[in-house]
């Protein structure tokens, strides 16, 4: 059972850097992680340690005994976004063709990042899947590993698979419904648990080109799975990844060919390149390719109500499996 060892309140801080944090928990989460009050944050999978986090910046941190607050707390203010300045992104934003509509309505919002573990897992499963698919297999991995810890008072709380479970169990990634991607996460986690992946501090230190290389080394991993993760894991977001979906939108409301589309995003985002991506497909509710190019012909560039879209994530039920404990 965790104690906790930490209780502050973010509002100021928030307040201060134009964080909501309703928008910030909301988006791609699970409704075994967000409540649409509170937020369940996994700070550290071993030894496991959570943040408990209200839309109201009331937050509190459960960890084993010894563990250092100040650490945790410095944990969770970057994991929210909160010790990084998003000013010249949602600036660059605000006359896009693509996210002007999200910059004005949405710029409260900050990515959630995650574990470079779990960062990479995530990827993985938003490869040639939709958006339903790819996030029902990881509420399926959630649910079908049972990896949980006790907090004192408030009950259990469901944790992500650790490289270890994985690689104990792997028959588990096909009965959530992985396929093909089963090999890769084996692969991850396996380079984790050697050695053989750098860790996050030092790929963070690395040219963002050396860092794609090093995660590109494990098979299965591209360019836009390990771009992806860099952005979620180390918040590393200078090259985009590009799939089939934000080459037919940008090649359509930049005017330019498919393949000039990574050069394009790269000239107009620059360091924001990623999260630009990602931001794109909250704005449409990252929608089925042609449902997402009529929305932007008929200039409808908002998270829709009843959508179902990352925004909505965690009030959807994915294949039975959104509420696991």
């Given amino acids: 059972m965790l104690k906790p060892v930490a209780r502050f309140d973010l509002n100021a801080i928030a307040t201060a850097k134009g964080v909501n944090l309703f928008k910030t928990l909301c988006v791609y989460n699970f409704g ?112 079908l590993y049972g990896r949980r810890v006790e907090l004192e008072d408030r009950g259990w709380v469901p944790l992500p698979p650790a490289p270890r479970d994985v690689l104990a169990e792997p028959e588990k990634l096909r009965n959530a419904g992985l396929g093909y991607r089963s090999a890769t996460v084996l692969g991850i986690a396996g380079a984790i648990e050697s050695g053989e992946l750098p860790s996050s501090e030092d790929l963070a230190s690395e040219p963002v080109e050396q860092a794609e290389t090093q995660l590109r080394k494990i098979k299965g991993v591209g360019s836009y799975t390990a771009r992806l993760a860099l952005a979620l894991a180390l918040r590393r977001y200078e090259l985009p990844p590009i799939d089939r979906w934000v080459k037919a939108l940008a090649a359509k409301a930049y005017g330019v060919e498919e393949k000039a589309v990574e050069g394009e995003w790269r000239k107009r985002w620059g360091r924001w390149s990623a999260l630009a991506v990602i931001a794109l497909t909250v704005a449409l509710d990252a929608a089925p390719l042609s449902k997402a190019i009529a929305r932007f012909e008929s200039g409808r560039l908002l998270p829709e109500s009843g959508a179902g879209g990352p925004a909505e994530l965690w009030r959807l039920q994915l294949g039975g499996f959104a509420k696991p404990f």
């Fill in 32 to 143: 075994f992680w967000f409540d649409g009050r509170e937020a369940k944050v996994t700070l550290n999978l071993e030894p496991p340690a959570v943040a408990r986090v209200t839309v109201e910046g009331e937050a509190r941190i459960y960890a084993p005994f010894g563990s250092d607050p100040s650490q945790l707390e410095e944990r969770l203010l970057s994991i929210l976004g909160l010790l990084e300045s998003a000013e010249s992104f949602y600036e660059t934003a605000a006359s896009d063709p693509l996210l002007s509509a999200f910059a004005s309505e949405w710029r409260g919002w900050r990515l959630r990042s995650c574990d470079l573990w779990w960062a990479l897992v995530t990827a993985v499963c938003q490869q040639n899947a939709s958006f339903r698919q790819g996030w029902g297999m990881l509420a399926k991995l959630v649910a």
